[in-house]
């Protein structure tokens, strides 16, 4: 079977008649091109179906589309403007605003981003298509986080989920959710491996640990994106490379000082991941490393992402982030800096305005290779085909689709699903939870507990300042009980804004008095405490990750008037909270869960949902420990378990968390036995089987997620004490038993050794089965 091609020839004619036909409005665009493109077929070249590919064909039209573009042209791909104007009214006529509506005129421009919804992105993509040169369409990006209207759990929330199935199903919501609107690209999955919860952007990642990371990672690239691009998703970016994480003191945009070892094997793995998914974009981030800003880094752009890992999209920056290499130092001017971002691989520039103002002089002054420039466009012109907006650059501009999907019951029906998967019960002492469904008295305390906006999280998107469900109204919601509510002391002063630092109350006690005759006279208490949604994202660095304000004091004296507590902690960060540790019976960490998240909560709590969900990040007992997290490096002295202070630790507490990564109870009780290795040793390209026999004690069905984890006892370089290496999502029946297995082979034991390389060295291992990272089931094994 052969299939006939358009040659370069004939794609260089119709393209050139095409414009010919737009200038002359002589047909609409895409009937044009149709027409064309029939015309074309009688100057084909013929292929055999086996070697014929969608890339080959999209590759020849990027190189004839090349041919025809300017060096002007080729430079207005890479730019990226934030939207600016009334775009369906007037031209603007002066100041900013008219020089970017010039810009797209010309052809200038190859993004927009925070423009929405489809009559806006309708006018300015008919402004790229129909009155540029050729008539290339605009990509058009906005920050849709973790939902766009309808919004689910913040990233790390759902990270807590462990369920990679539930985690891509709410992407895709989302993703379907953006697209109809007519914006086709958002800024995310965040990728970015972190151990300090002082750093406020923790809640937009999934946590410490690059294996779970890596696997969501994938699991959100494939949501926004999918296999292929249809009207239903929309360009991922995978964000920030590299190293962003680890932001010295968990203060925001700050230095990042890391070994070679730590960046192969703790950060980049989720970005792999992300490529093997597929990911069309990557975001640069604004820390440097080593010295060298991301942006200006050709070591992580040229030679590890487009390099080692054969990377064919395209990097945008951060939000002015090659403007500030001159903070940093790095660059003497903004020309310097348009200079190395393009030199180190930077191939967008996101409102800076350097490349569209310094580039083109540059390449002349022979400081930039115009095969650079080539380069940059070329994978953002691929990215653009492959999406099929040359096809039709109208495809996501649909104003009856936009209309019908907009908050549509079945994303109610995921983001609840989602919700409920992604809280944690962390504490449950005398069985205090489920609640009963009636009979009982319940006073209700916290401001959080009556909060419509805060579920929504920092990074909010179009979602609507309190359209989330209080958990106060999933309370009401069952009516066995009678319910008192009493606010105790607001969090913050005034309503919070985003962009600016919220203003917590920490004075203010007027509302304890009322809190505690209602605790006072109730059965039990529910305390809903933490942060305001906008205390954590990204320049919500914290020093202090207690309670905010007077709510440590509101939970004390409540306790001493009913210590019959469940504290249910709604925040975007691990907290401090060892007096509740060691004194509230019941703790559930309900993160903030998005639009249905007093609905999830409530379900929990009264035992309609059972909870399963593992934490993604450890939970600090004092704010001195950070960073803190599981799979840290023995050192030459740990705890010999003698009297001598000689030894790696505090004077004055303990070294591990408060809550450790992977822990999390449930209704249900599960335990683990009966731990077996097929074999003691493997080589080369063989396996071990591990088992485990994983029983539910309990009285209810109940769902538990299996944790294996191995720790390397020596090698080229130290190695962890334990890594987290592969899990399972069981749910058993009560007194049910499973056997639960796992498959350990060289790839399971590789890292990125002393030889620069991913291998995996001979040694001895050990290997860890169980509900936590502090897995007490233990083997050993060889690998020779």
């Known amino acids: 079977m052969t299939r006939k091609v358009l040659s370069n020839e004939a794609f260089l004619v119709i393209f050139a008649l095409t414009n010919y036909i737009m200038k002359k409005r002589l047909l609409y665009l895409p009937f044009a091109l149709s027409a064309l493109i029939t015309i074309g077929c009688n100057n084909t070249i013929t292929q055999s179906s086996t070697a014929f590919t969608k890339e080959n064909s999209i590759e020849r039209k990027v190189d004839s589309l090349l041919k025809l573009m300017t060096l002007e042209e080729k430079i207005g791909q890479m730019n990226q403007y934030n939207g ?20 797209i005129k010309k052809g200038w421009v190859g993004s927009m981003l925070n423009v929405i919804g489809v009559k806006d992105v309708k006018a300015l993509q008919k402004i790229a298509v129909e009155d540029t040169r050729l008539h290339i369409p605009l990509l058009f990006g906005y920050d849709v986080v973790h939902g766009y209207q309808t919004i689910s759990p913040i990233p790390l929330a759902e990270s807590a989920s462990w369920d990679l199935e539930a985690i891509q199903k709410s992407a895709a919501i989302a993703a379907e959710e953006t697209a109809s609107v007519g914006v086709n690209w958002t800024f995310a999955p965040m990728v970015d491996i972190t151990r300090d919860a002082r750093w406020g952007r923790v ?7 690059p294996y779970l990371g890596s696997k969501i990672a994938y699991a959100r690239v494939k949501g926004f994106q999918g296999d292929y691009y249809t009207t239903k998703t929309i360009l991922a970016c995978t964000k920030h490379f590299a190293a962003y994480g680890f932001a010295e003191s968990g203060r925001d945009y700050n230095t990042v000082n890391i070994g070679k070892s730590m960046l192969y094997n703790e950060i980049l793995p989720p970005f792999k991941a992300t490529v093997d998914a597929g990911v069309g974009s990557f975001m640069n981030s604004f820390n440097e490393i080593d010295g060298i ?5 050709a070591f992580l752009q040229r030679q590890i992402l487009k390099g080692e890992w054969n990377f064919n999209g395209f990097v945008v920056t951060d939000w002015g982030s090659m403007g500030e290499m001159v903070a940093h130092g790095y660059a003497k001017d903004g020309k310097q800096a348009a200079e190395l971002a393009a030199n180190a691989g930077s191939d967008m520039d996101m409102e800076s305005y350097l490349y569209v103002d310094h580039l083109a002089d540059l390449v002349r002054e022979g400081k930039v290779k115009e095969a650079y420039i080539d380069d940059a466009a070329r994978r953002i012109l691929r ?33 609840l699903d989602m919700a409920k998967k992604s809280i944690v019960l962390l504490k449950n002492q005398n069985d205090l939870l489920p609640l009963k469904k009636s009979g009982l008295k319940i006073a209700v305390i916290g401001a959080l507990a009556n909060d419509k906006s805060s579920p929504l ?8 300042d309190g359209t989330a469900i209080s958990v106060l109204e999933g309370l009401q919601k069952y009516s066995g009980n009678q319910i008192v509510y009493e606010k105790g002391a607001d969090v913050a002063i005034g309503t919070p804004v985003f962009g600016t630092e919220t203003k917590i109350n920490k004075t203010d006690k007027s509302g304890f008095d009322k809190a ?14 933490g942060e305001i949604g906008f205390q954590t994202g990204e320049g919500r660095s914290r020093t202090d990750i207690n309670l905010p304000g007077v709510q440590q004091e509101l939970l004390e004296t409540v306790f001493k008037a009913n210590p019959n507590v469940v504290l249910v902690l709604q925040n975007g960060r691990p907290l401090t909270i060892p007096w509740a540790g060691a004194n509230i019976p019941a703790i559930v960490e309900a993160w903030q869960l998005g639009t249905q998240s007093g609905n999830a909560i409530a379900q929990v709590l009264y035992g309609d949902y059972n909870p399963s969900g593992k934490l993604p990040m450890s939970f600090p007992r004092n704010v001195a420990q950070l960073p803190i997290y599981y799979n840290h490096k023995n050192t030459g002295r740990p705890n010999d378990g003698g009297e001598s ?9 303990k070294n591990s968390p408060l809550y450790s990564f992977g822990y999390g109870l449930s209704y249900s009780k599960f335990e683990y036995s009966n731990l077996k290795l097929s074999a003691d040793s493997f080589s080369g390209d063989g396996k071990i089987t591990v088992s485990v026999d994983l029983k539910n004690s309990g009285k209810v069905l109940g769902k538990e997620v299996v944790q294996m ?12 004490v334990r890594e987290l290496k592969g899990f399972e999502l069981i749910t058993l029946q009560p007194n049910e038993t499973k056997t639960v297995s796992f498959q350990i082979d060289r790839k399971t034991i590789e890292f990125y050794t002393a030889n620069n390389k991913w291998e995996a060295e001979t040694g001895d291992f050990k290997v860890f089965v169980g509900g936590n990272s502090d897995a007490n089931l233990e083997s050993n094994f060889q690998y020779k």
């Open 84 to 103: 600016f104007w009334d775009v369906t009214g007037p031209a603007p006529k002066d100041g900013t605003a008219a020089k970017k509506y010039d810009h």
């Open 203 to 209: 809640m937009e990642g999934a946590g410490e640990d």
């Open 293 to 297: 800003p991301s942006t200006g880094s």
């Open 383 to 415: 990215v653009k085909f492959q999406m099929g907006l040359f096809e039709n650059p109208y495809k996501y501009c649909d104003e009856a689709r936009e209309k019908a999907t907009l908050g549509k019951p079945e994303f109610q029906d995921g983001v």
């Open 457 to 464: 999280g920092s990074w909010r998107a179009a979602g609507k």
């Open 516 to 529: 505690v005759l209602a605790a006072k006279n109730a059965d039990v208490v529910i305390m809903v405490l």
């Open 645 to 653: 202070v000689f030894w790696s630790h505090y004077g004055d507490e």
């Open 709 to 720: 984890y191995i720790r390397d006892l020596f090698g080229s370089l130290t190695r962890p």
